[in-house]
């Protein structure tokens, strides 16, 4: 019966990598897209916002 139960988690997780793997790829993917999207500032805002501190 134990041999049975480690059969069947060792096939769940056989069956669930590609599911894990698609999803890890797909939110470095988001990430990548949200960081390479954001705009950083350019130095003559950046002085701007120092001087109305």
Known sequence: MQHETIDEAELTA???R?????VVAAKLAV???LLTTVQLPT???RTEI????
């Open 14 to 16: 056989q069956r669930l």
């Open 18 to 22: 590609p599911l894990v793997l698609v």
């Open 50 to 53: 120092v001087a109305l501190r």
């Open 43 to 45: 130095e003559s805002n």
């Open 31 to 33: 990430s990548t897209l």
